[in-house]
């Protein structure tokens, strides 16, 4: 029995959403901890091999109960049809380009994606014959510009990393449809509880859910949500090529999306709290943050998203022996490339996370010497504020 409801908000989605309970009557989702399912007959089990769309359970790699749970519950908050669980993001990534993409085929990818994603569609899909083009988030002439009759993907991440700069997404699904491209967006910063790409026209969301979907630093795996169309593809990839994800790390992401709302709102609130009195600390020169009325993208931002998140940076006057005293000064921020997590996590980007990217490009990028991110975390307001003013005077 499905205990789905469309009329559910966002909170109970996904508290309730894609569990079929079982005959046992249990009230939470149950781990169905097996690589394989039993047939009735050798007539059932050769039935069952006719069917490919995963609508009947034959081996784990293929589709298994507790996966599915998770699949339909993140369908359900991002409003796609079909969701696919991976075992990472980067697997979620690597599966939509498999699907998609042949020999001769284009990406065009925003400048300011995930590094892996960078490297993904560098060294290792522009094996198969498959250019990616980069351009700015924010300009759309550019992504017009590289469109050529070859491309096939869009590929974002909005709010950016570290600089939170806003890409509109309507404005580019509208771009890539009439030039028949599909928009495809990582929401890992966002989460559906904060953004929902596909209703603002996007054709593929892709989750790495080791992030805020988990919300704690517990475990690695990714998702894509879509049509059911579409995903029937990304499904034949995964069912083939085996980036599957285990169930017991489903059941853990289960859990971590019962509180997925209440966290995301906690996390907006840390943050814009954050940001507003970083902006008023001695030798802060500028403070990047979307929920900002003085970002130049606020309007924008308020439009699409319906708080601003858990990720901000801010900039050092004086670079980065100002930038790495603030985060050595901290007793009790986890200094680590880490983000999505319940525990406040502070990094230097221009020496961890871009420190591979060349430093004139990383320059003119924005991500200065000076540069710290944040991505705030659950604590109270008071402690992470104290704790970062160790380092401020
Ligand atoms: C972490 C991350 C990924 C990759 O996800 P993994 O689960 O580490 O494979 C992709 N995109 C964004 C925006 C990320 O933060």
Request: glycine share 8%; net charge negative; hydrophobic share 45%.
């Amino acid at each position: 029995m499905s205990l789905e409801n469309n009329s559910w908000g966002t909170a109970t989605r996904a508290l309730r959403s894609g569990h079929r309970r079982t005959a046992e009557r249990e009230h939470a989702e149950p781990i169905f901890t097996t690589s394989s399912f039993v047939f009735e007959s050798a007539a059932h089990a050769a039935e069952c091999f006719t069917n490919e769309t995963g609508a009947v359970n034959i081996y784990s790699r293929f589709t298994n109960p507790t996966v599915a749970c998770f699949e339909e519950r993140l369908a359900a908050l991002e409003g796609g049809e079909r969701g696919v669980a991976t075992s990472s993001g980067m697997s979620a990534i690597l599966a939509v380009c498999m699907a998609f993409l042949s020999q001769g085929d284009e990406i065009v990818c925003s400048r300011s994606v995930f590094g892996s994603t960078v490297s993904l569609f560098n060294k290792f899909v522009s094996k198969m014959g498959i250019t990616t083009h980069f351009v700015e988030l924010q300009d759309l002439a550019a992504w017009e510009a590289a469109c050529t009759s070859k491309t096939r993907l869009f590929f974002v991440e909005t709010p950016s990393n570290p600089l939170c700069e806003i890409a509109d997404l309507a404005a580019l699904a509208e771009l890539a449809h009439s030039r028949k491209v599909k928009l495809v967006v990582d929401n890992c910063f966002c989460t559906p509880a904060l953004q929902k790409p596909l209703e603002l026209g996007a054709d593929i969301v892709v989750h790495s859910a080791t992030k805020y979907l988990d919300g704690q630093g517990r475990m690695v795996g990714g998702a894509v949500v879509g049509s059911e169309q579409d995903m029937a593809e990304v499904f034949g990839v995964v069912r083939t090529a085996g980036p599957c994800m285990s169930p017991f790390n489903a059941w853990v992401f289960l859990k971590g999306l019962e509180t997925l709302k209440l966290r995301m709102e906690a996390h907006s609130a840390n943050a814009l709290q954050l940001a507003t009195w970083l902006q008023e600390q001695p030798g802060v020169k500028a403070v990047h943050y979307a929920g900002l009325p003085t970002h130049p993208q606020h309007q924008l931002a308020a439009k699409q998203m319906r708080r601003f998140g858990g990720v901000l940076s801010f900039e050092m006057e004086k670079g980065r022996e100002a930038a790495w005293k603030v985060i050595d000064a901290t007793s009790m921020l986890s200094i680590t490339a880490n983000l999505g997590d319940a525990k406040t996590t502070i990094t230097h980007p221009a020496t961890t996370t871009h420190a591979r990217v060349a430093p004139e490009a990383r320059l003119a990028a924005g991500i200065t010497d000076g540069l710290v991110r944040i991505a705030v975390g659950l604590e109270d307001i008071e402690d992470i504020q104290a704790d970062l003013a160790q380092g401020l005077c």
